[in-house]
């Protein structure tokens, strides 16, 4: 059994102040497969030392050397893919396929778009005679979630490093594995002392005492609401620059101009989505919001996708006990408010091993139910039904969140015009793009400020005019 028992402080890795030691359940089996002893509120005022001392006191790190350094982050972590990618298999259950394209491979796409923005960047702006200067803006706190952890990771650190700002890293504490093996990456690829450290522990006492620490200048969070709402009341007291990602219900609205052939694209790429990753994915569209007319069309069409979904072979566990009774709550309450099981089993018993939960898609779904509001966070998908544009505008925007949408429409002109009026930080129009220099955030309840390209670096910059005596 695997067992991690340092922190990763000022360039060593050392032993840490907490004691408590947290084990590691594989999702897959349901069996402990590894130990991780956590860092506590000493451990963080130790880092922050660090961090402050090589902001404040040590000269200025060259955007050269970052751009080499995070290049060689990026090719140690590549060289690393398989090792890495089993073990994000085991902490979150993701199959090996997709653990490999997705949870690898995406994270070092962002990564590497991240570099070639901070190669070409302006730091320096001349402006009706003056100079905009963006400057980093300090010491930054990134927690991460256990959906993606190694993704969500570089997207942070990527950032944070190329603005010029020491990170702090907190994963999740059931799924730190992958952030040891990033750390040893980083020093492989010569990140300096004190620029990059890992803080394995609780988000209860690790996170919270970063985000309320004066010693740190930028929360960049990822996870729940809920947990978002904590982190900002706590960061406000010294008013911490923010970023938080947080939850989604997502809808994918399909038009009626859709012709057969385009329909049936539409609903198969909504619930592929709506399923990736277990459903885990909070940009996940987990409402399909379709014409009247072509309900059944539409039903039939999500049952032969879902069907397609072989529960540990396509389709990973959903990551920890906890979350299977999340989950199947949500199920049982859908039930009970009217929604119709149109495909798979809204009681299903627990496995023998595991975490496995086959898809359901529920249909007839309205936004008085709570699976048609809240975020569920596991492969279940709510299928409901519009009269129009206008109606199906109303459906998309009836959530306390807006983080992702997407739009099919045959005619582009109009499909884009109802992805101005969806109230989402992200609308893919005709299809799923990932062009990472396009900002990444949401709306409403989904959160504060955008990730990814140049506007994830500048995150992390503050933004000073230096203006010089005006001219006689």
């Known amino acids: 059994m695997q067992t991690r028992d340092q922190v990763h402080l000022d360039g060593r890795w050392v032993e840490p102040h907490g004691t408590e030691v947290h084990e590691l359940v594989d999702p897959r089996s349901g069996e402990v497969f590894a130990r991780v002893r956590h860092a506590d509120e000493v451990d963080v005022d130790r880092a922050v030392a660090v961090a402050r001392r090589v902001f404040d006191e040590e000269p200025a790190w060259p955007v050269e050397e970052r751009v080499k350094a995070l290049r060689g982050l990026h090719d140690a972590i590549a060289a690393r893919t398989e090792e890495i990618a089993e073990v994000i298999s085991a902490e979150m259950g993701a199959p090996a396929q997709f653990s490999r394209q997705v949870q690898v491979g995406m994270g070092l796409a962002t990564l590497a778009t991240t ?4 190669e070409d960047y302006a730091f320096d702006e001349h402006l009706a005679g003056i100079v905009v200067a963006r400057e980093p803006m300090g010491v930054v706190a990134a927690i991460t979630p256990w959906n993606f952890p190694l993704h969500q990771s570089l997207t942070k650190i990527g950032s944070a490093l190329a603005a010029g700002c020491p990170v702090i890293l907190k994963p999740a504490e059931t799924t ?4 040891y093996l990033l750390m040893e990456a980083a ?3 010569g990140v300096p002392a004190g620029w990059l450290q890992l803080l394995p522990g609780r988000g209860t006492v690790v996170g919270a005492a970063l985000a309320t620490h004066p010693g740190v200048d930028a929360v960049s969070f990822t996870g729940s609401t809920a947990v978002g709402r904590s982190i900002a009341s706590g960061a406000g007291a010294s008013l911490k620059r923010l970023s938080l990602e947080l939850g989604g219900k997502s809808p994918s609205v399909l038009l009626d101009d859709l012709d057969d052939e385009g329909f049936a ?3 198969r790429t909504s619930v592929g989505f709506g399923l990736m990753n277990a459903g885990q994915t909070c940009a996940a569209w987990t409402r399909l919001i379709v014409p009247e007319a072509r309900y059944d069309e539409a039903v039939a069409i999500a049952g032969q996708v879902a069907g397609a ?4 072979e396509t389709l990973g566990p959903v990551a920890s006990r906890a979350q299977w009774d999340r989950v199947t709550g949500y199920l049982a309450s ?15 018993a627990l496995p023998e091993r595991g975490f496995h939960l086959a898809p359901v898609i529920l249909g007839r779904v309205t936004t008085e139910m709570r699976v048609g509001r809240e975020e569920i966070f596991g492969p279940v998908l709510a299928i409901q039904t519009h009269t129009g544009d206008d109606d199906a505008v109303r459906l998309a925007n009836a959530t306390e969140y807006g983080l992702s949408a997407g739009v099919f429409g045959r005619d582009q002109d109009r499909a884009i015009a109802v992805a101005r009026r969806i109230r989402s930080g992200v609308v893919h129009v005709n299809g799923l793009n990932s062009n990472r220099l396009a900002p990444f955030g949401g709306y409403k309840q989904s959160g504060l400020g955008r990730e990814y390209g140049r506007f994830g670096i500048e995150e ?5 005019s230096i203006q010089p005596p005006a001219t006689p």
């Open 115 to 118: 570099i070639d923005v901070l």
């Open 176 to 179: 730190p594995l992958s952030a």
């Open 187 to 189: 020093e492989e690829a």
């Open 265 to 267: 694209t539409a609903v």
């Open 309 to 312: 979904a072989v529960p540990g």
């Open 334 to 348: 859908a039930v009970e408010e009217g929604a119709v099981v149109e495909h798979g089993d809204a009681s299903p």
């Open 460 to 464: 992390f910059l503050e933004v000073k």
